[in-house]
Every structure is written in structure tokens, then in C-alpha cells.
T-cell receptor, first 114, second 115 residues
């Protein structure tokens, strides 16, 4: 399974932008890059996903490197409610024999200071 | 829309017993996946059900089994419980099997404690 590498933790201040990095050097051409987050005592929550182009939605932006070996999740203005574990996951775009389930790592624990 | 619902929310079982966890997917979703999350770890994929059949399986022993009903709801069964089975069990539903270009919706999970 393709794997991702993320920092164990990051800290940011409230109302400032946050850039969460993810390395995925063994990504294949059909792998989508997904971000999920998990707030304390809750199940994971979908944030955003993309394949090659940068993506924006109401929650965040996803910046994908041209070679697709890394990506960055951008929270434009962090709030205390954004404190969570953020997971960068590669999702297969076809049924190429791998597990259809999502392969979570340990994620990045994002701490927001007031 | 109630989203993904799981029951029960908490459960305490004795080593050696059997347990059944239940999941109702988000309305309109036909695919259900189950995950195990140990404390301090990311969720680990157990298996996925689609069209009432187990389609894919992660690295879990046969003690873990499941079922999907015609209404797409699902059960996770764990036999011969071990202390190491203590974890948060998460159910996720999606509209399609291949999760590459879609999002999965997770329930709040069932916290299982084996004593």
C-alpha cells in the first residue's frame, strides 16, 4: 500500500493560516490524495481530496505538488474548533487489487493556541 | 439525514465472549466499511461490505466477521474476545466501493472494552 508521512504534531495560533504537509513519494498515477480529520471523541470527518490540481472547498484548500509526491492542506483561518488529528491518505482510484479501505497513518495532531 | 449511526456507543465484555456491533449507513449509501482504532493510533481497515458480500479485508483474523443486510445496514461480529480487541470500532459508509474519488462518512464509533 502507498504510504504517507506527516509530522506528529503542529501548533498554530487562532485566526492564522495553517499549512499541514504530507509526503507521499510512492504515490501511483491513480491514487487520490485525501485528508480527513478526527476531533476528540468523534469519528473521522472528510476534509478534502484531489488528484492533480489544487482543490478548494468551504473547509480548506489542498495544494498538490507538480510531481504529486507531496501535498499541503491549508486551513485559511484556524479556529479552536480546528484542533484535531489530521490524516493524509492515498485513496485508490481503481480496483487495482489493493484494499478498498482507507489506510490511515498516525496523522498530525494540530494544536490551536488562543 | 441522520448520517452514519452506530450502536451501542459503549460496551464492556469479558475475555472469551462474543460481541456484535451495528451500523446504519448514510441514506443512499450502499457500501459499508469497518475500522478498528486503538488508543493513540489511526483507524485500521477491517473489511468492506457491498451487495451483502465481504469485498475486501484488511489484516484481521477470522474471529472478525460481518454481515450486510438488504437495507445496507451492517453488523460486525468478534468472537473469542481478547484484551487487545479493546478499541473504538468505526463504521464508514460511501456511495461507491472505490474510495479514490469519493468521500467516506464515519459514525461516532462504538467503544469496546474487554476485561
Amino acid at each position: 500500500d502507498a504510504k504517507t508521512t506527516q509530522p506528529n504534531s503542529m501548533e498554530s495560533n487562532e485566526e492564522e493560516p495553517v499549512h499541514l504537509p504530507c509526503n507521499h513519494s510512492t504515490i501511483s498515477g491513480t491514487d487520490y490524495i485525501h485528508w480527513y480529520r478526527q476531533l476528540p471523541s468523534q469519528g473521522p470527518e472528510y476534509v478534502i481530496h484531489g488528484l492533480t490540481s489544487n482543490v478548494n472547498n468551504r473547509m480548506a484548500s489542498l495544494a498538490i505538488a507538480e510531481d504529486r509526491k507531496s501535498s499541503t492542506l491549508i486551513l485559511h483561518r484556524a479556529t479552536l474548533r480546528d484542533a484535531a488529528v489530521y490524516y493524509c491518505i492515498l485513496g485508490q482510484g481503481d480496483s487495482g487489487g489493493g484494499a478498498d479501505g482507507l489506510t490511515f497513518g498516525k496523522g498530525t495532531h494540530l494544536i490551536i493556541q488562543p | 439525514d441522520a448520517g452514519v449511526t452506530q450502536s451501542p456507543t459503549h460496551l464492556i465484555k469479558t475475555r472469551g465472549q462474543q460481541v456484535t456491533l451495528r451500523c446504519s449507513p448514510k441514506s443512499g449509501h450502499d457500501t459499508v466499511s469497518w475500522y478498528q482504532q486503538a488508543l493513540g493510533q489511526g483507524p485500521q481497515f477491517i473489511f468492506q461490505y457491498y451487495e451483502e458480500e465481504e469485498r475486501q479485508r484488511g489484516n484481521f483474523p477470522d474471529r472478525f466477521s460481518g454481515h450486510q443486510f438488504p437495507n445496507y445496514s451492517s453488523e460486525l461480529n468478534v468472537n473469542a474476545l481478547l484484551l487487545g480487541d479493546s478499541a473504538l470500532y468505526l463504521c464508514a459508509s460511501s456511495l461507491v466501493r472505490i474510495l479514490g474519488n469519493t468521500e467516506a462518512f464515519f459514525g461516532q464509533g462504538t467503544r469496546l472494552t474487554v476485561v
